[in-house]
């Protein structure tokens, strides 16, 4: 019971949260979140660097991954030195992977995937995981049982891109095709839940020109089933079923990846089947050859108890808000958009108020100072 209590609880809170994000990250005020002066222009303007929401939800989709990864872990009984080692190992490729994969398939040097960033994990989780348990091993810790460990890791890492895709309405990359492209069916389908992105700065203006148009919200679809799958591995993982949960979130969004791409109208490299695609069918043919491998590998039952008192760790903690505050600095500031910072005083808020009339002295007060003097004591002093 406690398992599908935890996982509607999560649900819950995620959908409310989608039902904010869909309504309102498409406008043109949650493009933007601060603009940092960095340089004098004149007597008062400067120019600036812009931080966008783009880096605060990709820094919470990350934390909260993390934050999964770590749940799951220890509700499976995994050493936490040795599930931090992976996470620690893992995220220290992927993150600048993220640029290079696109930088090499789309030719841009300032953008990021999230789908390059899955696939270099997906590759690399068997063997940081066997790496960190040799490593463990040689120092005399506790070894990581690799089917818990993996089947966390493709959660979490489903989990993080469906956040995720919050940052990509809120910048508006990752766009769907316009509805007047699609067949009459999706058409139809999208009419009364399509995105209409609004603000030149957005990706979707400046690369497409799409400004005001009614678009496929694929970066909802994709957010909302990749969520989906995440809770549904994770029901399965708790249940003990951990090879089960690593297929399915490992098949499902890497499967959805060759799918969404057929609907998107953003540039992601040449060819009919964009090299997304690629990686996302060898990903699925990857996954089921390590599920093949460590078929006959089982880990310990798992419990929700033990997952929560694993997130109640000073260190963990410590390390999800440097992670936040990493993942902030480096997807959020951005390198396409600038601004111009004006600074003005209002004078007319800084004028000094009228000096108001000083109040009478009570002539009680008089008369008690005029029988001091004449005693020749000194008179009382007021404490206010």
């Known amino acids: 019971m406690e398992n599908v209590l935890f996982i509607l609880f999560l649900a819950v809170m995620i959908s409310l949260l989608f039902q904010w994000a869909f309504r309102n990250l498409p406008n043109e005020q949650w493009q933007i979140l601060a603009a940092v002066p960095v340089s004098r222009m004149g007597p008062e303007r400067w120019k600036s660097i812009n931080l966008t929401y783009y880096g605060v939800f990709s820094a919470n989709a990350t934390v909260a991954a993390t934050a999964l990864f770590f749940f799951l872990c220890g509700a499976a009984k995994v050493p936490f030195a040795g599930s931090a080692g992976v996470a620690a190992i893992l995220l220290l490729f992927c993150m600048p992977a993220s640029r290079f994969i696109a930088r090499l398939v789309e030719g841009r040097p300032y953008t990021f995937t999230a789908g390059g960033s899955f696939f270099v994990g997906t590759l690399l989780s068997p063997w940081v995981t066997a790496l960190v348990n040799r490593v463990g091993e040689s120092l005399g810790s506790a070894s990581i049982p690799a089917e818990p460990c993996l089947a966390a890791l493709a959660i979490a890492c489903s989990m993080g891109e469906g956040l995720g895709r919050l940052a990509c309405i809120s910048f508006g990359c990752c766009y769907g095709k316009p509805l007047s492209q699609v067949s009459p069916r999706v058409r139809r389908f999208f009419e009364s839940h399509c995105f209409v992105f609004v603000g030149r700065t957005k990706k979707i203006a400046y690369e497409s020109g799409l400004e005001g148009e ?82 006959d590998l089982h880990g310990p039952p798992a419990s929700v108890g033990d997952g929560l008192k694993s997130l109640w760790n000073p260190a963990l903690i410590l390390i999800l808000f440097t992670l936040w505050v990493t993942v902030f600095i480096y997807t959020g500031r951005s390198r396409v958009t600038g601004s111009n910072v004006v600074f003005h005083v209002f004078h007319a808020r800084i004028h000094a108020a009228p000096t108001k009339a000083p109040r009478p002295f009570p002539e009680h007060h008089r008369q008690k100072e005029a029988v001091s003097v004449e005693s020749g004591k000194e008179a009382p002093r007021c404490m206010n």
Do not use: C, H, N
Not at 232 to 238: N, Q
Not at 251 to 263: C, D, K, P, Y
Not at 267 to 290: D, F, N, P, T, W
């Open 214 to 295: 009614k678009v496929v919200p694929i970066q909802a679809v994709t957010a909302v089933l990749l969520v989906l799958t995440a809770l549904s591995s994770a029901f399965l993982f708790l249940r003990t079923s951990y090879l089960a949960a690593f297929i399915v979130s490992s098949v499902a969004a890497q499967g959805w990846r060759f799918v969404s791409e057929t609907l998107r109208a953003d540039y992601r490299g040449e060819g009919k089947v964009s090299a997304y695609q690629i990686m996302g069918m060898i990903g699925i043919i990857y996954s089921l050859a390590v599920a093949l491998w460590s078929q």
